[in-house]
């Protein structure tokens, strides 16, 4: 069974500039969550899907956006970049919501550098 | 809500020494507690997780981690370092909000030969 991948694994964008990645998740997984991995703040959550709706959000401003489509593939999209954008993003997709069984499976993430 | 505190930034161990590496959770309901290792420029893979059940629990790679709820401690342990070990790890926490998880700082561990 393939992983979960992540496309394109480098960006480099300008400030300003927006930006979309991509997810496909573990073929049969639900739920997708994005992280956003910095060496300042660490891994912080973005938000989740499930069932193509956001089920959660963390603590991050309106530019940053997502949606899952039906076959639950997943996109963030990043609007008006600043160079604190810059960040490996990490996507992880589990089978369902259920906490026991809930293990999720990363990406190898995208590496976005923000000039 | 969740947090955990992961203690150490960094670890050092020679090759075939205990690894232990220290990871405190704090958490308002049961929580499930997981492990997992990251080599340099690549995602995260789960070394081990604590759900339900047995407190002592086994992962990949020779790595174990206890949970002990009075000490609201969940150290990952492995008794002989590998060369392959050094890497990143981070403790994580996830509660009833199964789609999100709560990550430590992370702790590099370096093994000199």
């Known amino acids: 069974k393939a992983g979960v991948t992540q496309t394109p694994r480098y960006l480099i964008k300008t400030r300003g500039q927006q930006v979309t990645l991509s997810c496909s998740p573990i073929s049969g997984h639900r739920s997708v969550s994005w992280y956003q991995q910095t060496p300042g703040q660490g891994l912080q959550f973005l938000f989740e899907?499930?069932?193509?709706?956001?089920?959660n959000k963390g603590n991050f401003p309106g530019r940053f956006s997502g949606r899952q489509f039906s076959n639950s593939r997943s996109e963030m999209n990043v609007s008006t970049l600043e160079l604190g954008d810059s960040a490996l993003y990490l996507c992880a997709s589990s089978l369902d919501r259920l906490a026991e069984n809930n293990e999720q499976f990363f990406g190898p993430g995208t590496r976005l550098t923000v000039l | 809500a969740q947090s955990v505190t992961q203690l150490g930034s960094h670890v050092s161990v020679s090759e075939g020494a205990l690894v232990l590496l220290r990871c405190n959770y704090s958490?308002?309901?049961?929580?499930?507690l997981f492990w997992y290792v990251q080599y340099p420029n690549q995602g995260l893979q789960l070394l081990l997780k604590?759900?339900?059940?047995?407190?002592l629990v086994k992962g990949i790679n020779g790595f174990e981690a206890e949970f002990k709820k009075s000490e609201t401690s969940f150290h990952l342990t492995k008794p002989s370092a590998h060369m392959s070990d050094a890497a990143e790890y981070f403790c994580?926490?996830?509660?009833?909000?199964?789609?999100?998880?709560?990550f430590g700082d992370g702790t590099t561990l370096t093994v000199k030969p």
């Open positions: 958490s308002s309901v049961p929580p499930y």
């Open positions: 994580a926490v996830r509660g009833t909000n199964a789609g999100k998880s709560t």
């Open positions: 604590y759900t339900t059940g047995a407190t």
């Open positions: 899907y499930f069932s193509e709706t956001q089920r």
